[in-house]
């Protein structure tokens, strides 16, 4: 069993928005990109937004949008390329106040889809996880049980529940997301904000 910090070519980063600007910046070979191909404002912003050590093991090949995915997906984050062809990178949060009006000027010839979002009676973060889970047979006599314990688990859990909401609808959801997040006081700052976003209905209009 081992704890390791990893690649530290040029020193050790550990924020999910660094660790993506190192994977992109260095190793996509030939595809590599570089400052200007990155919005770093962006992931500046998303950096104090989610300043939280994690890590990720990759075992096999694997692509870099797949990484890149694990990372932010289980953060309410997500990336995308801005119309200046850069890597961009933003963090969802609950909806604030309208900043503009969509009505028939705007709206093409296909029209307007709405989604429904149904809200989730109970959320779970899961932290801390162990890449390689080992069972009792498979650990030393001297291991501790707290070790035992944290290393036959793959992840560690804070979780929020709304069983008012669980009784009243009945199309209410349990949602779970697995995280990279090293620490349990960031798994509980991503599921304050994870509740905010899916405690109520939303729709989400294309």
Do not use: H
């Not at 929020?160 to 697995?178: G, H, I, M, P």
């Amino acid at each position: 069993t081992a704890d390791i910090q990893g690649e530290n070519a040029g020193g050790y980063v550990q924020t999910a928005p660094d660790i993506i600007r190192r994977i992109v910046k260095t190793r996509l070979g030939a595809y590599s990109l570089s400052d200007a191909d990155l919005d770093n404002g962006a992931f500046n912003a998303l950096d104090a937004n989610m300043p939280w050590p994690c890590g990720i093991y990759i075992r096999d090949v694997e692509t870099a949008s797949t990484i890149i995915d694990d990372l932010l997906a289980p953060c309410g984050a997500y990336w995308t390329f801005n119309r200046n062809g850069q890597l961009t990178v933003g963090v969802i949060d609950e909806a604030g106040i309208g900043k503009m009006t969509i009505d028939g000027r705007v709206i093409d010839e296909a029209g307007i889809s709405r989604r429904v979002i149904e809200p989730s009676y109970r959320v779970s973060v899961g932290y801390a996880p162990v890449w390689t889970v080992q069972n009792e047979d498979e650990l030393a006599g001297a291991t501790t049980q707290a070790d035992r314990s944290f290393l036959g688990a793959e992840y560690r859990y804070v979780t929020y529940t709304n069983e008012v909401l669980q009784s009243q609808n009945q199309f209410a959801v349990d949602r779970t997301f697995k995280t990279n997040l090293a620490n349990k006081a960031d798994a509980e700052a991503l599921l304050a904000r994870l509740v905010r976003i899916y405690s109520k209905r939303r729709y989400v209009y294309q």
